[in-house]
């Protein structure tokens, strides 16, 4: 290895993608991360500049281009100068929750009752 790549596992870490590099380097040998576009099994696989990595982080599949490798692991304002989000996650709604598509009813309404509820099964069934 020279100074122009970094292992992937350590760069992770730098980048503060994940709290220690154990766990980086974990997630490596899961298979999830690809680093451009090829599947990467192993923590000793080298990066370098412009490099793309994409990996499920949470809720979200980060899109990261590698701008620096880094030395260390400093503070998040200096992780973030080491690459460039090309797909940002989405902000959460108003009410906190990603997810928006569940039904809402009006306040005080209670639960479904039992013909409601068949009601909206057979809607259902009907897709």
Same mark, same amino acid.
């Given at each position: 290895?020279?100074?122009?790549?970094?292992? @992937?596992?350590?760069?992770?870490?730098?980048?503060?993608?994940?709290? /220690?590099? !154990?766990?980086?380097? =974990?997630?490596?040998?899961?298979?999830?991360?690809?680093?451009?576009?090829?599947?990467? /099994?192993?923590?000793?696989? =080298?990066?370098?500049?412009?490099?793309?990595?994409?990996?499920?982080? %949470?809720?979200?599949?980060?899109? @990261?281009?590698? @701008?620096?490798? %880094?030395?260390?692991? %400093?503070?998040? =304002?200096?992780?973030?100068?080491?690459?460039?989000?090309?797909?940002?996650?989405?902000?959460?709604?108003? =009410?906190?929750?990603?997810?928006?598509?569940?039904? @809402?009813?009006?306040? %005080?309404?209670?639960?479904? !009752?039992? !013909?409601?509820?068949?009601? !909206?099964?057979?809607?259902?069934?009907?897709?």
């Amino acid at each position: 290895m020279n100074e122009l790549s970094l292992r @992937i596992d350590k760069w992770l870490w730098y980048a503060r993608f994940f709290k /220690s590099r !154990t766990l980086a380097s =974990t997630f490596c040998a899961s298979s999830r991360l690809r680093l451009n576009e090829h599947h990467v /099994s192993k923590a000793h696989q =080298t990066l370098r500049v412009g490099d793309v990595l994409t990996f499920p982080l %949470g809720d979200h599949v980060r899109v @990261i281009e590698v @701008i620096e490798l %880094g030395t260390r692991r %400093g503070p998040a =304002t200096e992780a973030q100068m080491l690459y460039k989000d090309l797909d940002p996650p989405k902000p959460r709604s108003k =009410t906190g929750k990603v997810d928006d598509r569940v039904a @809402i009813r009006e306040r %005080g309404a209670g639960r479904p !009752t039992k !013909t409601e509820r068949r009601a !909206t099964d057979r809607l259902r069934e009907q897709d």
